[in-house]
């Protein structure tokens, strides 16, 4: 006999997927409910029987959108790599989701305007960046203690190059015909790894 199919888990896709249609048409103040129930072909109470609230559904859209990615970052194989070589790994799968979430970044970029304002959203990203930490952090200390980087403070280093994904993504939003959003990536990421390699 052949599993039951979730039900459940396929409703609240379809849902996700019409409120993401939504936030980017009209954005997160403008988007109803109702047009959420609308765009998922459903009724607005069938809608509240899943997600109670616009908070609730950017919460589950941030959710589904950093889950698979942490899930996949987390168990990369940088077994007897150097921290450098560790390091490009991670970024090579990092660029290569950021690459394939950028027709996402209106929903992203609404995402960080509501954080200054809306405490639900704040502790989502808060989540997510302490995960990324956790996920860097390990490999830049790997490279300080076996002498491969400089005497570094680590977290800063994961900080900066997290600050180099979020910023160069920023300007390619200012000017995509300037800013190669990947190539410029791994170009200030080889740059800030060159400053801190051991020079003995």
């Not at 908070?55 to 889950?67: P, Q, S, T």
């Not at 921290?83 to 290569?96: K, L, N």
């Not at 979430?101 to 509501?114: G, Q, R, T, V």
């Not at 808060?126 to 390990?138: A, T, V």
Request: aromatic letters at 10%.
């Amino acid at each position: 006999m052949s599993p039951r199919r979730d039900v459940s888990e396929e409703r609240k896709s379809q849902i996700l997927d019409a409120a993401e249609a939504v936030f980017m048409q009209k954005g997160f103040e403008n988007a109803r409910m109702e047009d959420i129930a609308q765009g998922a072909g459903l009724s607005k109470g069938t809608l509240y029987l899943y997600y109670n609230s616009k908070d609730e559904l950017i919460v589950a859209i941030l959710d589904r959108i950093f889950e698979r990615d942490f899930t996949e970052m987390e168990n990369l194989d940088v077994t007897g790599m150097t921290a450098v070589a560790a390091i490009w790994q991670f970024v090579a799968f990092a660029t290569a989701e950021t690459s394939a979430m950028l027709h996402l970044l209106p929903i992203a970029y609404e995402y960080l305007s509501l954080a200054f304002r809306n405490e639900t959203v704040q502790a989502a990203l808060k989540q997510y960046f302490n995960q990324y930490l956790d996920i860097l952090l390990p490999l830049i200390q790997h490279g300080i203690n076996t002498g491969e980087f400089r005497q570094v403070d680590a977290k800063e280093i994961a900080i900066a190059i997290g600050a180099i994904f979020e910023g160069t993504i920023i300007l390619w939003v200012y000017d995509k015909s300037l800013v190669d959003p990947i190539q410029n990536t791994r170009t200030s990421l080889e740059l800030l790894l060159e400053g801190i390699l051991s020079k003995s």
